[in-house]
RNA sequence: GCCCCCGUAGCUCAGCGGAUAGAGCGCCGGCCUCCGGAGCCGGGUGCGCAGGUUCGAGUCCUGCCGGGGGCACCA
């Protein structure tokens, strides 16, 4: 039993004394120190049942509970309204540094709450019609992180990228391809970047129409398909240079041309959901809380083709029933809100457990420079594009600056404060206290102090207020990742990695762990506390997909492009 | 009109129903004979409004106000 369950059990104990029901107590931490280390609340909830002011209750509990011998426990107290506040010795916390060191890297701050259940993580799936946009990096980063946070909970991960590769979006880009290969200009709903006039610079496939006439329909689906390709491992290789590794790439043209929007739809034809309507298959998703029916087959007079969203379910059909993932959880933009309803009434009709589809909508990430809004668009071609901010920036500060808030937060990015700043995004006050360890450790070796193993370490000598705030957040981490994970919410990890490098400094600053005035006791237990404050930088930031380095570069002068980010 | 997200410090954002709401940036002052000062310490301002639930609400519920996004036989 952990330190906390036997505390909880003791308190659970006294109270069935005192003639209250068995219950489960939860403690929590104090927010302030002279609260002590561990509090119940029970007193306060119990009060008005027991019909006995909470502060009454608080006091025969602390006293009972000051009677027993409890491991670590030095005194009892009763503090507000009815708080029940435990005060530990520093032991406990030494033998979470103990605990940190044992499991290491690998082990520490895992948890078994995701049980081997198989979950997809799809995210990014961008159409490749155009570069990716900051945003798009906010929800890789934000995909990739949670995958990570995911699997070190027990869950079985895959990330995916749907790839929209078929379809109107395909054509336009062709259409604009070739008209700009042509010198005409940029059809209607077409795409006018400054990089689709180099696609076309560079494409030598062929244009049969005649001058002045429409191009025909099949080079212009080829044109489409060769620029999408190119687009396509751009975007890829963008989103390596971000650490994000994908298992696989999904193409939404596989899915129309293999059988699969076949076989869905005979799907819902054997469940009686299909009908038509004006010409059109229609799919009844009512039945299942959407607010209107959707069409799967659009018309002939508007071409006959399947509509995305038939696509769409034939794939979730082939995530759910054919591969067989327990979950999937889907990161979209909020400006695919309005798919969401109707691709769950749908997941539904296919005889799936909608609440095994989870949906996560990130909220827009605007640009500013200078306090001034930034416009972006594909089609006009008007926009920073996610590689740029990456080469200016740098791998690791691009993802930490993406993972400090909340999906759930519409965020905006001064890139004014972004470029002046870029030595003081958060990332670099995390990273260098994970350097400033590495330090210690090089000093460590050219000295010739010998690090003793643990347990012969006197760890007792760990009482300074600044060592002691570094052991409290190692032994949050497992809490924390747990969180991480049952919320989907990576942001959690990065205010946890920055509250550790904070105390890590605070530390460093006041407590030397080699030179005069240090016993070499001291040094030996101190030489330890790093070691475990670096385990948890290390896991943390790698949940994060964030480097760990051992050196700084010169501020300024960030080799970002070399700083691929380990996985 | 309906649906989703958000209103917390001058700005960008954290904040698990608990005690005196926190960081970063910016501003003002301190701190290096010693492991990297990209650091440490101090200084002040804030939960959009109104009800409700609760022993206790920034957090949950309702309404209002304000901002963003979405409501196709587009993808």
Known sequence: MSLLEVLGEAVSQELQAMGFGRREVRLERPARAEHGDWATTVALSLAKEAGR?????????????NRRV??????????????VNFRLGPGWLHAVLEEVVDAGDDDYARCGSGQGERVQVEFVSANPTGPLHVGNGWLGSYGDALARILDRCGYVVEREYYVNDTGGQIRALGRSLLALRRGDDVPEQGYRGAYVAELAAEYQGP?????????????VLAAGRWASGRILSQIQS????????????????KIEEGGALGETMAVFERAGLLYEEDGALMLATTEFGDVRDRVMRKSADKG??????????AYHRDKFLVRGFDRVI????ADHHGQVASLKAGVAALGVDPSRLEVRLGQMVSLSDGGEAVKMSKRSGNFVALHELIEELGPSPTRLLSLVSSID??????????RSQSAESPVFYVQYAHARISAIGRVRRERGIEMRPLSEVNLGQLVHERELAVLRSLEALPEVVRVAAAERAPHRLTAWVRELASRFHGFYHDCRVMGEGVSPDLTQARLWLVEAAAIGLRIGLSLLGVEAPEHMGNPGQQDSAAAEVSS
């Not at 002011?53 to 509970?65: F, T, W």
């Not at 244009?207 to 080079?219: F, V």
């Not at 390596?240 to 994908?246: A, M």
């Open 409 to 418: 937060q519409a965020t905006t990015v001064d890139l004014a404060v972004v």
């Open 238 to 253: 963008t989103l390596e240079s971000l650490g994000i590794h994908y298992d696989t790439w999904y193409s939404q043209a």
């Open 330 to 333: 889907d990161v979209f933009g």
């Open 70 to 83: 409890l491991d670590h426990v030095v005194g009892v107290e009763v503090a507000g309204p009815g708080f």
């Open 207 to 219: 244009d049969a129409a005649s001058p002045g006439s429409a191009p025909l329909e099949e080079d």
């Open 304 to 313: 006959g083709d399947y509509t995305y969203l038939a696509g769409d379910l």
């Open 53 to 65: 002011p909470p502060r009454e209750i608080a006091s025969e509990l602390a006293d009972r509970l």
